[in-house]
């Protein structure tokens, strides 16, 4: 059973400072295992600057963060390996075969070989691509490389996957059939931290954070968002916050 009550990830007045321009200022939050946390904003709002935090890629200029137990500051290195990282910008071997591209990602994580390969047949097996396994990854269709990067995302069953709208350029209904994977993925214990630009797609998160000028303005259910802001929809609540925004990217 999925303990929900326990804390994955931490941030308590986290601050990122570039010269004299604050780029994420003093943001607080956490989220719970198993969850699906949104994490949104508009353009220059500072949400990318914060994950780059989070994921061990840069480090505060003030305050505190922990990401699977591990601090920020002092232990970036360890939260790379508890963590999965899928980004709109695929980082995939084009030139390799899906198979190829599933063992060296096994072997960056330090996957033992055998618990490699068995985890490797289950995603291949789970994501259809048996078939494939042996196709150039260049030649597939975008929703199969998709697929296959969030499958290199989870191949070693990290702790937290982290999407950086991950579904960018793909159709509506592959789009619906990405989320049902981040679905199965939570239901293994795996929590997912979003970002999208797609509302209809922050509306299957389990919670939203709404970023507007490196603060955080919003947190809380989307239910309880549209109740809050007497909105029908979260593309709705996103309006009337970002209307504030004093910069964009």
């Not at 505060?60 to 899928?86: C, L, N, R």
């Amino acid at each position: 059973m999925i303990d929900r009550d326990k804390n994955v990830i931490e941030v308590s007045h986290l601050t990122k400072k570039f010269g004299d321009f604050t780029a994420v200022d003093d943001i607080s939050f956490e989220v719970h295992k198993g969850e699906i946390f949104g994490f949104l904003g508009a353009n220059g709002a500072g949400k990318t600057t914060a994950m780059r935090m989070l994921t061990g890629l840069s480090f505060p200029t003030s305050g505190k963060g922990s990401v699977a137990g591990f601090d920020v500051w002092t232990q970036s290195e360890q939260i790379k390996k508890h963590i999965g990282y899928m980004s709109q910008k695929f980082s995939l071997y084009g030139d390799l075969t899906v198979r190829d591209n599933l063992e060296i990602f096994a072997g960056i994580y330090g996957m033992k070989r055998q618990v490699a390969s068995v985890r490797i047949e289950e995603l291949l097996e789970r994501l259809s691509l048996t078939g494939e396994s042996r196709s150039v990854v260049r030649d597939l269709p975008q929703g199969w490389k998709q697929r296959l990067a969030f499958s290199v995302a989870i191949i070693h069953k990290p702790e937290i996957m982290f999407l950086d709208e991950p579904t960018g350029g793909v159709d509506p209904a592959a789009r619906r059939q990405f989320w049902e994977l981040i679905y199965e993925a939570v239901d293994e214990g795996i929590t997912a931290f979003v970002t999208t630009h797609y509302m209809d797609e922050a509306e299957y998160c389990d919670r939203i954070s709404m970023m507007v000028d490196g603060r955080i303005d919003a947190l809380d259910s989307p239910a309880a968002l549209k109740l809050k802001y007497g909105a029908d929809s979260i593309a709705d609540v996103f309006d009337i916050l970002a209307r504030g925004a004093k910069r964009t990217e």
